[in-house]
């Protein structure tokens, strides 16, 4: 019999009561029993219980939850998903102040971002047919629906602007016919890609918030927003990754207002997380929520510091984009190792039975 459940008892509800052997001792000592435990000072008007309330340990050494069924590959989507939502924005912003070659960085940046979108949910999802698939069904209710429509709506546009970006570096003997079109549909499609744009950098929050994995749904008000601030941050590095000190000023602002929203909304989300916020600060998920701040933190006062220098902007935009990929992959595994102990699902819903609330999770 293994000694740490022996003399267990019945609680009020019939369950079985898992006492440890140090505490068995304890009352057996003071002359109580497995079964009624003695209570210290009982003719002296004491009423302190030698028998501790007995500590969740595991659910029969099993998992509750089932881990998400999804590799890395989903971890680089959501990444890329926000570079390329994050680039549109800014693309249209830079076409709008006469940026041209901000413009440029962010359109391709866009395209080749989504274009890796796509390989990872592709290869996430075994083969294309899949993918095409879920376009036979709209489901308003399934983030997973509503969001392979947004990147739908969204890659078109946003390929068509990138196209428009190469047509414009032609020679100007080739800038007829379909080549002008293309052109003249850069600046609509732009627009169009960038109102779209929001929705992709959200719902990948949304959908995992929208799991029984207790890290992703216990920050479910907050996780879209950090998603979010980790796009902006990331395109906002891309475009001072790549564009001259000259044209970075809106990536510059971009970059720095996403890594304070993200830094901000990461903060509440460990305060609404929690016990399962632990697994933001242990193993591997540890480290990576560790380094995305480093980064991140390092990447904004580097952003702030370089206007004028063209070294120290292309660092802090590639620390910016670093840190976001290290917040998208900590999240994530974060996530994975919270499903794969019951503590995080037993515990929380004792606590909210305690406190008369309904024990599933808040809605």
């Not at 890395?72 to 070659?101: E, K, M």
């Not at 390989?119 to 999802?125: E, I």
């Not at 698939?133 to 489901?139: F, Q």
């Not at 292309?314 to 996530?335: D, I, K, Q």
Request: overall charge positive.
């Amino acid at each position: 019999m293994d000694p740490r459940r022996s003399g267990s008892g019945r609680d009020a509800g019939g369950r079985r009561r898992v006492v440890p052997e140090e505490a068995l001792m304890t009352q057996v000592q003071h002359g109580g029993s497995p079964g009624n435990p003695r209570r210290s000072g009982g003719g002296r008007g004491g009423d302190r219980v030698m028998v501790p309330e007995a500590d969740f340990e595991s659910y029969y050494g099993r998992q509750i939850v089932k881990p998400a069924p999804w590799e890395h590959d989903i971890a680089i989507y959501l990444f890329t998903g926000g570079v390329a939502a994050g680039s549109s924005l800014l693309a249209a912003g830079a076409d709008l102040t006469g940026r041209p070659a901000l413009r440029r960085v962010a359109r391709f940046g866009s395209l080749t971002s989504l274009l890796v979108s796509v390989g990872a949910l592709v290869h996430d999802l075994g083969k294309p047919s899949r993918f095409l698939n879920m376009l036979r069904v709209a489901k308003p209710t399934s983030p997973m629906s509503v969001g392979t429509w947004i990147l739908s709506l969204h890659g078109p546009f946003a390929g068509i602007a990138a196209a428009a970006e190469i047509s414009a570096m032609l020679p100007a003997r080739w800038k007829r016919g379909p080549v002008r079109l293309l052109l003249a549909l850069g600046r609509p499609a732009g627009i169009v890609g960038a109102l779209t744009a929001p929705p992709v950098a959200a719902y990948t929050g949304v959908l995992l918030s929208d799991t029984a994995t207790p890290a992703w749904h216990s920050a479910f008000k907050e996780i879209p927003f950090v998603f979010c601030g980790s796009a902006a941050a990331a395109s906002g590095g891309l475009g001072l990754l790549g564009a001259p000190v000259a044209e970075a000023g809106p990536a510059r602002a971009f970059a720095v207002g996403g890594a304070l929203v993200e830094l901000a909304t990461e903060q509440q989300m460990e305060k609404s997380m929690g016990l399962s916020a632990e697994t933001l600060h242990q193993g591997r998920p540890g480290r990576l929520m560790r380094a995305s701040k480093a980064l991140t933190v390092a990447g904004a006062l580097g952003a702030l510091a370089g206007r004028r220098n063209r070294v120290v902007s292309a660092v802090s935009g590639a620390a910016l984009m670093a840190g976001s990929l290290c917040t998208r992959l900590g999240v994530y595994e974060a996530g994975i190792a919270s499903a794969k102990d019951p503590k995080y699902t037993v515990v929380p819903q004792r606590e909210r039975v305690d406190r008369g609330e309904p024990v599933r999770y808040r809605s």
